[in-house]
């Protein structure tokens, strides 16, 4: 079955960058959407980056638009989520997500990996 690995999470400074990587495992990466979820405490999970399983198309909220980019190498199984201008409100754990549906449609997520800490001070 689909295995994800996230890494890369950790804490930065209110304006700092991190990248985010997702190794996907256990059926064809190329076949499958790919998204990032975070969730902070308290918080319902939000939605923060997919992108299609051909990785022409992307999906960003307007919270995270213009800072994040999520990427696929389709060669090494994985996606990336590269977070710049981090923000206190960015904090949260993050969620690599895998689709055989529609990229955009959150609800079309069923496989999950285990979550990243990202910690953003202000």
């Known amino acids: 079955q689909v295995q994800l690995v996230e890494s890369g999470g950790g804490l930065v400074q209110a304006g700092g960058s991190l990248r985010l990587s997702c190794t996907f495992s256990g059926r064809t990466f190329s076949s499958y959407a790919m998204g990032w979820f975070r969730q902070a405490p308290g918080k319902d999970r939000e939605f923060v980056a997919a992108i299609s399983w051909s990785g022409h198309s992307t999906y960003y909220p307007d919270s995270v638009k213009g800072r994040f980019t999520i990427s696929r190498d389709d060669a090494n199984n994985t996606v990336y989520l590269e977070m710049n201008i981090l923000k206190p409100e960015d904090t949260g754990v993050y969620y690599c997500?895998?689709?055989?549906?529609?990229?955009?449609?959150?609800?079309?997520?069923?496989?999950w990996g285990q979550g990243t800490q990202v910690t953003v001070s202000s």
């Open positions: 997500a895998a689709s055989r549906g529609s990229y955009y449609d959150a609800e079309d997520y069923d496989k």
